[in-house]
């Protein structure tokens, strides 16, 4: 059974730690942000996430888990080092990569003896080896050698659904040049090997590759249906029969066919537009990431203009707002299509009531800058009462099975833009609503 530890405690390393305590494995996880240990230590978990906080709590219970900032004792302690910090977007695209080096340097002043460096964030390709050099380097600034080895493990975590994600992986991607470490590694992951995983064996380069290409091809796909969506409009065609259509096509497959206002979250964004400057970089643009970059953004203007169109002006008009995260389960408002529309929608005079089942804390951070302009309500409810219209943003399940009749009596107009097609338009026309869809 090996020692773990994991640098960083935020979406992806919180996850990773938590699980790999529950495979049986002992587990540090460390974080320069002594409040968010301290939380982490008083049963407080910083993330929503379904099902995190039972495992937090039975693995802290028997002692596989605890949290620390001391990444000294850490790093010396265990045998895999994972490395799991943030790598947020740079103002030209391009990736931060200040504290993956940082974590690099701080692993190369601690390392006693063989270790295994895991990256678990995502990082452009070549990075891992210079992860490897400034190690290296850290090593013969103290006058010492230990081996040690680098691997590329990048993660597929969907926000809201991580843990299993985690436990039930599609596949897992080892990239490294060294035998040892991907024996290593089949161990950590023993009981997904055991289940039968598959393991995908490859070099740094080609594992960095797979994600930025796996992530990038998703956000094609819904790009794709949404761009779709909107010529159905145009056309009397009903993007959501489209969708369902081509998804039974083995080749193309449903997930990720769900027309609406456009991709968000803290992986697509970014990892499109890293993987977009990648490609101007080496000299080989990749031409169709770019414009679902641009084409995401210009989706969510369009679901602005759809809502002014569909009142005839938003100035002076009331906005029942449901749903502020970029998805359901999660409390996540990185990049949330919301903030784009509810910043547009407030410029153009409109007055918004807004609620989130997970996100309204985190939404009045975003939002700070309409004070006056947005009020945060206790319900779904309360937040279409005497509203102009009811906006549905995010897809929360709650949100799936509202009592229409209530709905409907709260509203000054019977006015309903389903952004998510939660809804099909002949059900809430017959409801007495003058319905708006994505595509339909």
Request: aromatic share 10%.
């Amino acid at each position: 059974m090996y020692k773990i530890a994991v640098i960083g405690t935020g979406y992806v390393g919180l996850v990773t730690g938590t699980c790999l305590s529950d495979f049986g494995m002992e587990v540090t996880c460390v974080d320069n942000d002594k409040t968010k240990i301290d939380s982490l230590n008083n049963g407080i978990i910083p993330i929503y996430e379904p099902g995190l906080q039972l495992i937090v709590e039975r693995n802290t219970y028997y002692k596989r888990l605890k949290f620390s900032t001391d990444i000294k004792a850490a790093v010396e302690e265990a045998d895999v080092v994972f490395i799991a910090v943030g790598t947020p977007p740079a103002e030209d695209g391009s990736v931060d990569l200040s504290c993956v080096y940082s974590c690099a340097e701080e692993i190369g002043s601690f390392i006693n003896g063989y270790k295994v460096v895991v990256m678990k964030s995502t990082v452009p390709v070549g990075t891992n080896r210079k992860i490897a050099e400034l190690i290296r380097k850290k090593l013969e600034a103290r006058g010492v050698s230990y081996d040690f080895d680098v691997v590329s493990n990048p993660e597929f975590l969907r926000e809201g659904t991580a843990v299993y994600d985690f436990t039930h992986p599609d596949r897992v991607v080892i990239g490294s040049d060294s035998d040892r470490a991907k024996e290593i590694m089949k161990g950590v992951y023993r009981v997904l090997y055991l289940n039968e995983t598959p393991f995908v064996e490859t070099d740094p380069e080609t594992a960095e590759m797979i994600k930025y290409a796996s992530n990038a091809f998703l956000a094609m796909k819904v790009t794709f249906i949404n761009e779709i969506a909107n010529l159905c409009e145009k056309v009397g065609a009903d993007v959501q029969d489209v969708a369902r259509a081509i998804g039974r096509d083995g080749r193309i497959g449903p997930k990720f066919l769900h027309a609406g206002p456009g991709f968000g979250g803290s992986c697509f964004p970014k990892d499109t537009r890293a993987l977009a400057d990648m490609g101007k970089k080496h000299g080989a643009r990749l031409m169709l990431v770019e414009s679902t970059i641009s084409a995401n953004e210009r989706q969510k203007l369009l679901m602005v203009e759809k809502i002014e169109k569909g009142l005839g002006g938003v100035e002076g008009k009331t906005l029942g707002i449901l749903g502020l995260a970029f998805k359901q389960n999660t409390n996540d408002m990185r990049e949330a299509a919301s903030i784009t529309i509810l910043n547009r929608l407030a410029e153009k005079g409109a007055f918004l009531r807004a609620y989130d089942p997970a996100a309204m804390e985190e939404a009045a951070k975003v939002f700070s800058n309409l004070k006056g302009k947005i009020l945060f309500c206790s319900d779904e409810y309360d937040a279409v009462k005497g509203a102009d219209a009811v906006v549905i943003l995010t897809e929360w399940n709650q949100f799936r099975n509202l009592d229409l009749n209530r709905i409907k009596s709260l509203l000054k107009e019977p006015c309903f833009f389903d952004l998510r097609n939660i809804y099909r338009r002949s059900f809430m026309e017959q409801k007495g609503f003058v319905y708006f869809g994505v595509g339909q």
